[in-house]
T-cell receptor
Framework: NAGVTQTPKFRVLKTGQSMTLLCAQDMNHEYMYWYRQDPGMGLRLIHY???????AKGEVPDGYNVSRLKKQNFLLGLESAAPSQTSVYFCASSYTGFGYGYTFGSGTRLTVV | GEDVEQSLFLSVREGDSSVINCTYTDSSSTYLYWYKQEPGAGLQLLTYIFSNMDMKQDQRLTVLLNKKDKHLSLRIADTQTGDSAIYFC?????????????FGTGTQLKVEL
């Protein structure tokens, strides 16, 4: 099994450009999450989904949108990129209920210039 | 507050024990986790402990939980250079969004020869 796959791995955007980050999991997990990782700040939750067709805001949702049209995919969109969105983005998925850790993708390093 | 706090850096000599500490604030946390992040990679689940346990041992890893003080620690025995990484603690909270984890800021462990 591939687990959680993120594409692309690296991207450089100009301010104001848009892009979509794709996360795909093949473990039939219900829950999926998007985090951003910044130095000294750990991981902060952007948006998450508790099932196909559902999305919810996390801790830092502004400037991002998400969609979960298929259970295995969770897309993160930046409509108008800003330098403050320069970060490493991680997708994760998990089973429902508690006691299960997350399975993480390998990350997307995004630079906005 | 709902922060999960960790010290940012820890340096140890190869063969010594490492102890990474974490404090959390939500007394309703059900599970607490330790993740490892190697350079350029996503987070990997190392171990976890249920909130009604005081200790869990898994090979070279020992997790201690002091629920009264909301303190979690990870001890790595006989630390090796391959243990150099960032270690994140995380707590699982009861929310309408199900199994949502809140991560600490991460502790960079450096193992010196």
């Amino acid at each position: 099994n591939a687990g959680v796959t993120q594409t692309p791995k690296f991207r450089v955007l100009k301010t104001g450009q848009s892009m979509t980050l794709l996360c795909a999991q093949d473990m039939n997990h219900e829950y999926m999450y998007w985090y951003r990782q910044d130095p000294g700040m750990g991981l902060r939750l952007i948006h998450y989904s508790v099932g196909e067709g559902t999305t919810a805001k996390g801790e830092v949702p502004d400037g991002y949108n998400v969609s979960r049209l298929k259970k295995q995919n969770f897309l993160l969109g930046l409509e108008s990129a800003a330098p403050s969105q320069t970060s490493v983005y991680f997708c994760a998925s998990s089973y429902t209920g508690f006691g299960y850790g997350y399975t993480f993708g390998s990350g997307t390093r995004l630079t906005v210039v | 507050g709902e922060d999960v706090e960790q010290s940012l850096f820890l340096s140890v000599r190869e063969g010594d024990s490492s102890v990474i500490n974490c404090t959390y604030t939500d007394s309703s946390s059900t599970y607490l986790y330790w993740y490892k992040q190697e350079p350029g990679a996503g987070l990997q689940l190392l171990t976890y402990i249920f909130s009604n346990m005081d200790m869990k041992q898994d090979q070279r890893l020992t997790v201690l939980l002091n629920k009264k003080d909301k303190h979690l620690s990870l001890r790595i025995a006989d630390t090796q250079t391959g243990d150099s990484a960032i270690y994140f603690c995380a707590e699982s909270r009861v929310t309408g969004g199900g199994n949502k984890l809140t991560f600490g800021t991460g502790t960079q462990l450096k193992v010196e020869l």
